[in-house]
């Protein structure tokens, strides 16, 4: 995991650096765990599936990423700010022109309203948006010395920043595992899937947090949201060669192939950012 002190000058994708555990399914209950109808699972049946699918997402996604380009804990804060509503490619579109004439937060934070608002114009909502990171950068300039603080309350208390973006910050440029991410890919993906029935991105967060251990809590997050942009999207899912078919009650399609074969897919797909077929 990056941390400010490595992180190289040149911009690049964030790796949570996949750790590569993976828990061990015991050979009986892969035979028997299959996914139930919504609602009539027992917590017990739930929790054996949700081990099941994080080796397969394992598998698919060995080294997940957030897809927001940064160079620093600040520069990732941003970028997450400015993602709402928005998407990581139009983000990264703005942000190179951003960090390079602000370069650190007591530059942002002396900018002036108008010329942050043209700068982020494209990501949309970009009133609010001026106004939410130039105040963050006040912020950290007046009370965290400029840097991001590695701490979820002191984060959530930012302008623009709830727990989502605190698990970003937090999970992806610290390696802290404060809580799972759950943006609106993942909160889909978690309901087609059937680890929960909520809505509240915060209750689906929760029942993630109850059922994968808190070291695979980085991970989980980044391979939801990829696994719901890239395979599960959310008007034409692809569930036929999506590697968690067996074990999803929301299936559409019978699986093509087995799904090791699925999986190594759905790795190419997301590495060649849906280029490959
Ligand atoms: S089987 Fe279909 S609905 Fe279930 S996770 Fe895969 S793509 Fe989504």
């Avoid at 998407?87 to 960090?99: G, H, I, S, W, Y």
Wanted: proline share 6%; charged share 30%.
């Amino acid at each position: 995991m990056a941390t400010k002190g490595s992180m190289k000058t040149t911009r690049r994708k964030a790796s949570s650096g996949g750790t590569g555990s993976r828990r061990v399914v015991d050979a009986s209950k892969r035979a028997a765990v299959q996914p139930s109808p919504r609602g009539r699972e027992s917590a017990a049946k739930r929790a054996e599936r949700a081990l099941l699918l994080s080796e397969r997402l394992a598998e698919a996604q060995p080294k997940p990423v957030c897809e927001l380009d940064f160079r620093s804990p600040f520069e990732l804060l941003v970028a997450t700010i400015l993602s709402a509503q928005s998407t990581d490619k139009m983000v990264n579109r703005v942000t190179p022109a951003l960090f390079a004439r602000w370069t650190t937060p007591a530059a942002l934070a002396a900018a002036s309203q108008e010329e942050v608002e043209a700068a982020v114009k494209q990501t949309g909502f970009f009133r609010n948006k001026a106004k939410a990171i130039r105040e963050t950068a006040r912020i950290l300039t007046e009370r965290h010395g400029g840097e991001v603080p590695r701490d979820q309350d002191a984060l959530i208390e930012l302008p623009g920043v709830a727990r989502k973006t605190a698990n970003v910050v937090l999970g992806t440029a610290y390696g802290i595992a404060s809580g799972v991410t759950v943006d609106t890919h993942a909160g889909r993906v978690s309901r087609r899937l059937g680890l929960t029935k909520e809505e509240n991105p915060e209750k689906v967060e929760a029942a993630l947090m109850a059922l994968f251990p808190r070291e695979e809590w980085i991970d989980t997050g980044h391979r939801l949201v990829l696994h719901g942009r890239y395979v599960c999207l959310a008007r034409k899912p692809d569930c036929a060669r999506c590697p968690l078919n067996e074990l999803c009650p929301s299936a559409e399609a019978p699986p093509e192939g087995p799904w090791p074969q699925r999986a190594e897919r759905e790795r190419k797909k997301i590495e060649s950012r849906g280029e490959a077929e």
